[in-house]
C-alpha cells in the first residue's frame, strides 16, 4: 500500500501562491485516483480537488475552481496543488489522499471513498 507524504504548506499573504506537492512511497500512483482535501478548525474535512488514477480528469469544488489547479506526476509519484489567488479562507490543514482505481478516468470527492491519507500540512493565509 502506497504511503503519502504532503509538504509546501506555510503562511503567505492574501493573494499570494503556494505549491502543495503529495509524495507518494511503495507501489506506483499510477494505480491510484487521488484527491487533496483540506479542514479548518472546528469544521469538518472538505473536498478540494481529485484528478483521475490516468491523470486526464479533475474535479474542484467550487470554492477553489479556477484558482487551484490539481497535477500529478506519475513517474515521480508525486501529486500537486498549485494555490493562487489564495483567501484567508483557505486557511487550514491540507490532506493529500489515494485509492486504488481500476477505472483509468474517474475521480472521486468524497472523504469516504479514499483508503489512504498523509499527515497533512499547514496552510495559512493572512490578510
Known amino acids: 500500500q502506497v504511503q503519502l507524504v504532503e509538504s509546501g504548506g506555510g503562511l503567505v499573504q492574501a493573494g499570494g501562491s503556494l505549491r502543495l506537492s503529495c509524495a507518494g512511497s511503495g507501489r506506483t500512483s499510477s494505480t491510484y485516483a487521488m484527491a487533496w482535501f483540506r479542514q479548518a478548525p472546528g469544521k469538518e474535512r472538505e473536498f478540494v480537488a481529485a484528478?483521475?488514477?490516468?491523470?486526464?480528469?479533475?474535479g474542484y469544488a467550487v470554492s477553489v475552481k479556477g484558482r487551484f489547479t490539481i497535477s500529478k506526476d506519475s513517474a515521480k509519484n508525486t501529486m500537486y496543488l498549485q494555490m493562487n489567488s489564495m483567501k484567508p479562507e483557505d486557511t487550514a490543514v491540507y490532506y493529500c489522499a489515494a485509492r486504488e482505481s481500476t477505472d483509468s478516468s474517474n475521480y472521486y470527492y468524497r472523504v469516504v471513498s479514499y483508503n489512504v491519507w498523509g499527515q497533512g500540512t499547514q496552510v495559512t493565509v493572512s490578510s
Open positions: 484528478i483521475s488514477r490516468s491523470g486526464g480528469n479533475t
